[in-house]
């Protein structure tokens, strides 16, 4: 009796302990797949205070000189800053201002880069463009952009992706008029010995305002839309094939100054930035995700896996 006693109650711990072993097991494996099927995002409220908290969260203010724009331009970090959205009461908004007299001596011109880790998936961002100065006259061909690259490593190298919006309130590229453009890039090689392939869409008209720019990087597919409505397709050989870093930038074009010494001054806004990894979200997905992010105070998310060791980030063109 005594013996049997024993051996039930070791039995019966025997029994616990296994238990919760597989409990413990089974919790820990399905926080495993949980982590596995989170989605990996990237989401920028640019709710800082002031430009230097930028850095933490991986982004970099250009500083170096280059193409693109007016040779001999300058990058100063002071060309962005972070101030009160007039328009939605607490939130922030992140301002570009590029300016110029028409000399390269007194032209500076604005870019900032986040890390080179993006490749597939959805990429997004709400950006104000302006058609006139915020000071002096205007008419300058002045590029309003947001884009993805990676470094050119040589003069048409293959082994190259950019996909970009690019808005031109004043004309250039051989059109005149307002236009945004999206264009899809398989290689170029930069000046003096410029050859560029790539496959490019434009729409005519202004686009002076608030606008959601969305890229659907998915299944040998590139599709970009403009609040909503799709601008271009691309496929092929243009489909991005190297991890590229997210950008935005405001330069002028070179020659397409006015014939004036006064300086003026443009800018370019953006309110956020968004991008979810092998998936082709909607334009609706995409402010989905963003309103649920603002509704749980989420001003900054980065869960986007880099390659090991990170790749250079270069941010100079």
Same mark, same amino acid.
């Given at each position: 009796m005594?013996?049997?006693?024993?051996?039930?109650?070791?039995?019966?711990?025997?029994?616990?302990?296994?238990?919760?072993?597989?409990?413990?097991?089974?919790?820990?494996?399905?926080?495993?797949?949980?982590?596995?099927?989170?989605?990996?995002?990237?989401?920028?409220?640019f709710?800082?205070?002031?430009?230097?908290k930028l850095?933490?969260h991986?982004?970099?203010i250009?500083?170096?000189?280059?193409?693109p724009?007016? *040779?001999?331009?300058? +990058?100063?970090?002071? %060309?962005v &800053?972070?101030?009160?959205?007039p328009? @939605?009461?607490?939130?922030?908004? $992140?301002?570009?201002?590029?300016?110029?007299d028409?000399?390269?001596?007194n032209?500076?011109?604005?870019?900032?880069?986040h890390?080179?880790?993006?490749?597939?998936?959805?990429?997004?961002?709400?950006?104000?463009?302006?058609?006139?100065?915020?000071?002096?006259?205007?008419?300058?061909?002045?590029?309003?952009?947001?884009?993805?690259?990676s470094?050119l490593?040589a003069?048409?190298?293959?082994?190259?992706?950019?996909?970009?919006?690019?808005?031109?309130?004043?004309?250039?590229?051989?059109?005149?008029?307002a236009?945004i453009?999206a264009?899809?890039?398989?290689t170029?090689? *930069?000046?003096?010995? +410029?050859?560029?392939? %790539?496959? &490019?869409n434009?729409?005519?008209?202004? @686009?002076?305002g608030?606008?959601t $720019?969305?890229?659907?990087v998915?299944?040998?597919?590139?599709?970009?839309?403009?609040?909503?409505?799709?601008l271009?397709e691309?496929?092929?050989?243009?489909?991005p094939?190297?991890?590229?870093?997210?950008?935005?930038?405001?330069?002028?074009?070179?020659d397409?100054?006015?014939?004036?010494?006064?300086?003026?001054?443009?800018?370019?806004?953006?309110?956020?930035?968004?991008?979810?990894?092998?998936?082709?979200?909607?334009p609706?997905?995409v402010?989905?995700?963003?309103?649920?992010?603002?509704?749980?105070?989420?001003?900054f998310?980065?869960n986007?896996?880099?390659?090991? *060791?990170?790749?250079?980030?270069?941010?100079?063109?």
């Open positions: 005594h013996k049997t006693f024993y051996l039930s109650v070791a039995s019966t711990i025997l029994a616990i302990t296994f238990l919760g072993s597989t409990c413990e097991v089974k919790a820990q494996s399905k926080a495993s797949e949980k982590s596995k099927a989170a989605p990996q995002l990237l989401f920028d409220d709710s800082y205070s002031n430009p230097k850095a933490p991986g982004w970099i250009r500083t170096a000189d280059g193409w724009g007016i *040779p001999g331009a300058k +990058w100063p970090t002071q %060309n &800053s972070l101030l009160p959205d328009e @939605r009461l607490g939130n922030r908004i $992140l301002r570009m201002t590029s300016s110029t028409g000399t390269a001596a032209t500076t011109q604005t870019q900032i880069c890390q080179r880790k993006y490749l597939e998936g959805t990429y997004a961002a709400r950006v104000r463009f302006t058609d006139q100065p915020a000071s002096g006259p205007g008419g300058d061909q002045i590029v309003q952009s947001f884009y993805t690259i470094p490593k003069p048409m190298d293959p082994d190259y992706s950019e996909l970009d919006f690019e808005y031109l309130p004043n004309g250039g590229w051989g059109n005149t008029g236009r453009y264009t899809s890039w398989f170029f090689s *930069p000046e003096p010995n +410029w050859v560029q392939v %790539n496959t &490019s434009n729409i005519e008209g202004s @686009r002076a608030w606008h $720019l969305v890229t659907q998915a299944d040998g597919k590139i599709t970009y839309f403009v609040d909503g409505k799709v271009a691309h496929t092929g050989k243009y489909y094939r190297v991890l590229m870093s997210i950008n935005f930038n405001l330069w002028f074009i070179k397409g100054a006015i014939n004036s010494r006064e300086k003026r001054s443009y800018n370019e806004d953006i309110d956020w930035v968004f991008h979810q990894a092998k998936a082709a979200l909607s609706d997905e402010e989905t995700a963003v309103a649920s992010m603002r509704k749980k105070s989420v001003s998310k980065d986007v896996a880099a390659p090991t *060791p990170a790749l250079e980030s270069p941010c100079n063109f």
